[in-house]
């Protein structure tokens, strides 16, 4: 059977519009399971601006009366838990039955005709779809969506579902473009579905209508003799904007170029949502290209229209690059007391200085970059905030520290660093070059976990509300991408100092979990976990440490398990020892009994050296676990041979003492006792 | 409904959009006499959007932002511009049409011009409001700020209303096809000379922004502020809201001008906002409970203002 949805609303957000399909699927599949109907053969998802849709079909006629033997808790768990099972199943209490020590429910489950099930769902998805933000309106109670609703199609195999929300009742008809086609017309079928659409003038499915776009961009940006500035983000944003495309070309005074490439794209793109136009060497055109949500009579008055509005805010920018250039950057860092950082960590001055301080540190302790560069770098970086521009455009922050530092003269470098400093400002984006902008940018979010966690504001959840989880995965990103060898902990110390806290321990755990999340396609989860937990504070031995196990593990999986799995055992056996009270100190050669633990010692003696030198002179870790392997055998036979456990206590600690220095040996190379490891030794 | 001709000066433009809202049943209503940033500070929104009576109200607010003054200078902004605002409560189910016909009497249609709905959401930290909707665009230019407000003064709207805010300068430059503020034609005297809005405002313009900028005395702003706020919580302290409301207002300004004049630190900025929002909250608690006490007079349906009653009884004790 086929089903066609689609809810009828006011314009929706563009954000909003792609993620409630997500969310809409995996509801649909979900519900269907759990009504024992199977999920459809194929699932289309729709979105526009005044639609959420999907057409799925090949979905069963129903589902069969079933019996399901269902196990719960013990019998020993007693009658409370009884009654609670017998809740949870939905069956008397009297009903259930004994079997194994357990109680067991027999569900009958009434078969299902999809008819009847899909109203109920299609409600409950309704009312479910999580928004950013959503809104009551008159019709509503209690209820809830990103705008009004004002229809709502829900067709199966052509018959219509009677679903209802707010005043809306479910009927068989759609709407198309709002200007080009506003009369309702009957929904077409699944097949037809989006054929329908087009022909009054929607583009329903969103990969098409985004492909149209760029291909409207495209050819109004070859009118102008130039191509679109390549940018994905908006064309995204566009499509959530438009039911049916259709680009403009515009232009704008030569005289503006004059303005920073950047100001120019962001003024383009970041309000009026036009596209930039370029020449093929990537040189911003005098041009933009705006999309339509209509086919206008005559595209000369509203591209009249759109270069209005760019041509005065292009105004304002000159306006703000003229005014904002007669007041050197260094004259303004003074204005930044005058500035909060955050309500309990300061002025933006003071931020700087903290900054300047772990950006000085970071140079003593990495021997990167040049102190008197740094310096100057660290003062200027966020004394661009006081300009109009970035009043206007806070997303050109030190883009315009860069421009206006270059204007007064400051070395190239210096100018470069303050840019760099926010880099990278997302996931895609791209890292610092010069160690001076590296630095400055890693002091900064050093200065901004410890300060924000220092005031107990530290992410919960999925709320992060001051980026800190950006800000860490920065930090860890830009100290490996160049290489940075310091202690990491001892950096968080500093700025613990610099802020009067001691958050720097949570800070460290934050960090670690970032770096699981950072490491995560490079590893499986319990070798990250491994070898992070292996003591080293130095981020790039942290991720050495962590190749080598990976590609230990990798190479050859069957004999690493069993080396491992040896090592959990010793750490085992010597967590017991400490618990018991037991003195794993002192190890005597002359104590050895058994020829397998003198092989041991033997073994570990002439291992110990190269061990030692491997991991703290070389960070030859792969050398260390080569080591590692070559001695598995001994460790097995010790353990075959071997009853650590005398009942004699010198000659029990004696082993453990052996054990001990056996495990401390290799300890930096991982915390075995986090690897999931099958087989036991 | 045919499209008409776009209306060529100032004041035409403000005489359509007041048919056509009569024309809807909205009660005309005037600015308020006092100074306000935007038409939503005007009581007939903030506090009338409050309760479950209807209120259907269309005004002309001239608003005042000390802070956006540039001394005539410049052709896009104002210390003062003029918002055209209308509040429909309920909201009417089909208001975005109606709002798109308001466009089409002045002579902005969908057959000519790219006219958009794009999100915007609305929040006044200092009268404790938000509401969401949409910026409207004509041709990549917001026209109209379009709302539905879900609360104000801390207390959720119901019913919701919808407000509408033309930016009325704005409208008028692209109607008259000029880039300067200032030579918008206001009206055409009876022996054919233009009255522009050059020839209105341009003075007001310049001295309004010497004085937010320069010419204000920070330290008595200050004290008035303070006089202000006493005088708004002795008013609220005698349950009176409306009167209460208007020294509110009165410190709401004083805030924007010693903002413009750069004498409020960052640290003090928040406190302040804080201090206006609380008297704005008060004002409309007080407002609500003395609607309720009163019966709701305005509702027709009895049934729902007994209703209503019941639920804000806490309110009026």
Redesign the interface.
């Known amino acids: 059977m086929d089903v066609v949805f689609e809810i009828g609303c006011e314009e929706l957000p563009a954000s909003f519009q792609k993620p409630a399909l997500e969310w809409m699927r995996e509801f649909f599949t979900g519900e269907m399971a759990k009504a024992g109907l199977g999920g459809p053969k194929q699932w289309s998802p729709f979105a526009t601006p005044r639609r959420l849709a999907f057409v799925a079909t090949g979905l069963p006629e129903g589902s069969t009366d079933a019996t399901d033997v269902v196990s719960g808790p013990p019998v020993t768990a007693g009658a409370k838990a009884k009654e609670g099972f017998a809740r949870k199943m939905r069956v008397s209490v009297e009903s259930l039955r004994e079997t194994d020590g357990r109680f067991v429910a027999t569900v009958q489950t009434k078969g299902m005709a999809t008819a009847d099930a899909l109203p109920g769902i299609l409600e409950k998805m309704i009312r479910g779809i999580p928004f950013k933000k959503s809104m009551r309106w008159d019709a509503l109670d209690g209820d809830a969506f990103a705008r009004p609703v004002h229809w709502i199609a829900a067709l199966l195999d052509g018959k219509p579902l009677a679903v209802k929300f707010a005043d809306v009742k479910s009927g068989g008809e759609t709407r198309g473009h709002r200007f080009l086609a506003p009369a309702a017309f009957a929904v077409p079928k699944a097949a037809k579905y989006l054929d329908g659409l087009r022909k009054a003038h929607v583009l329903a499915d969103w990969a098409e209508r985004k492909s149209r776009i760029a291909e409207e961009v495209a050819r109004a940006a070859r009118e102008g003799g130039g191509v679109a500035r390549p940018d994905d983000e908006l064309l995204e944003t566009v499509t959530g904007l438009v039911e049916e495309p259709y680009a403009v070309l515009g232009h704008f005074e030569k005289e503006f170029l004059e303005l920073p490439p950047e100001v120019l794209v962001s003024e383009m793109r970041g309000h009026q949502k036009y596209f930039a136009v370029q020449d093929a060497q990537g040189r911003l055109q005098p041009a933009f290209v705006a999309v339509s949500n209509t086919k206008v009579r005559d595209p000369a008055v509203s591209r009249k229209g759109y270069e209005r509005v760019l041509r005065a805010r292009l105004s304002d920018a000159r306006f703000f690059f003229d005014q904002d250039r007669k007041t050197p950057l260094h004259s303004r860092v003074e204005k930044l007391a005058r500035r909060t950082f955050m309500q309990g960590l300061g002025t933006e001055l003071e931020r700087v200085q903290r900054i300047r301080d772990l950006a000085l540190w970071l140079h003593g302790a990495t021997g990167k970059g040049q102190a008197a560069q740094i310096s100057e770098a660290a003062e200027l970086c966020k004394a661009d905030l006081t300009t109009g521009m970035v009043g206007e455009f806070p997303e050109l922050q030190g883009v315009m520290g860069r421009v206006y530092a270059l204007h007064d003269g400051v070395a190239p470098e210096v100018a470069d660093a303050i840019l760099e400093h926010y880099l990278p400002r997302g996931a895609e984006d791209r890292l610092p070059q010069t160690d001076a902008g590296a630095l400055l940018g890693m002091a900064d979010r050093l200065d901004q976990l410890v300060g924000i966690f220092g005031l107990g504001k530290e992410p919960t959840g999925t709320a992060d509300p001051y980026g800190l989880r950006r800000a860490a995965l920065g930090l860890l990103r830009v100290t490996l991408a160049r290489g940075y060898r310091f202690d990491m902990q001892e950096a968080l110390r500093h700025a613990d100092e610099l802020h009067g806290k001691s958050v720097g321990g949570k800070v460290w755990q934050f960090l670690l979990g970032r770096l699981e999340v950072l490491f995560r396609d490079r590893a499986q989860p319990d070798s990250i976990q491994a070898a992070l937990h292996s003591g080293a504070h130095d981020l790039v031995d942290l991720e050495k440490r962590l190749v080598a196990l990976q590609t230990v593990r990798e190479k050859s999986r069957a004999q690493f398990e069993a080396t491992a799995a040896a090592f959990k055992r010793i750490g085992n056996i010597l967590a017991q020892a400490r618990e018991k009270g037991f003195a794993a100190m002192g190890f005597s050669p002359d104590k050895l009994r058994e020829p397998a633990e003198r092989a041991l010692a033997e073994a570990l003696q002439k291992g110990r050296e190269r061990v030692q030198a491997a991991i703290s002179d070389k960070e030859d870790y792969l050398g260390a676990y080569a080591v590692l392997a070559e001695l598995r055998p001994v460790v097995d036979r010790f353990f075959d041979g071997v009853m650590v456990m005398d009942p004699d206590p010198s000659l029990r600690d004696n082993r453990l003492a052996l054990l001990r220095s056996l495990h401390e040996l290799f300890s930096p190379l991982a915390d075995f006792s986090r690897l999931q490891v099958e087989k036991s030794a | 409904m045919p499209p008409q001709i776009a209306p060529k000066d100032f004041q035409t433009l403000l005489l359509t959009l007041q048919n056509y809202w009569a024309e809807r049943g909205c009660a005309l209503l005037q600015g308020y006499d006092l100074e306000v940033g935007a038409g939503t500070m005007n009581p007939a929104t903030f506090l009338h959007v409050l309760g479950p009576e209807p209120w259907n109200v269309a005004y002309v607010e001239p608003s005042r932002r000390p802070a956006d003054g540039r001394f005539g200078e410049?052709?896009?902004r104002l210390h003062q511009h003029h918002q055209y605002q209308v509040i429909l409560k309920?909201?009417p189910?089909e208001v975005?049409e109606i709002y798109l016909g308001s466009l089409r009497a002045i002579g902005i249609t969908?057959?000519?011009?790219?006219?958009?709905?794009?999100?915007d959401?609305w929040e006044s930290p200092t009268l404790g409001a938000w509401?969401?909707g949409?910026e409207v665009w004509?041709?990549?230019?917001e026209v109209t700020q379009f709302t539905?407000f879900?609360q104000a003064g801390g207390f959720?709207c119901r019913?919701?209303s919808a407000e509408l805010t033309y930016g009325l300068e704005r409208i008028a430059m692209?109607l008259q096809d000029v880039?300067n503020i200032y030579d918008l034609v206001w009206t055409t005297y009876a022996d054919g000379t233009k009255l522009t809005y050059r020839d209105v405002f341009h003075q007001n313009e310049r001295e309004q922004s010497e004085y937010s900028f320069r010419a204000s005395d920070p330290d008595r702003l200050f004290r008035l502020f303070n006089e202000y706020e006493a005088e708004c919580r002795q008013l609220i302290e005698r349950k009176l809201p409306l009167p209460a409301y208007d020294y509110c207002l009165k410190c709401s300004h004083v805030f924007n001008l010693l903002d413009a004049r750069g004498a409020i630190?960052?640290?003090e900025r928040?406190g302040y906002i804080l201090r206006v929002r609380k008297l704005a909250q008060d004002c409309a608690r007080l407002y609500l409970a003395t609607r309720a006490r009163l019966g709701f007079p305005a509702l027709r349906d009895r049934a729902k203002a007994e209703q209503e009653m019941e639920r804000l009884k806490d309110l009026v004790k």
């Open positions: 410049n052709p896009n309920p909201s189910k975005q969908h057959e000519d011009h790219d006219l958009r709905f794009v999100e959401d509401g969401l949409w004509c041709d990549g230019m539905y879900q959720e019913p919701v692209y880039d630190s960052v640290t928040q």
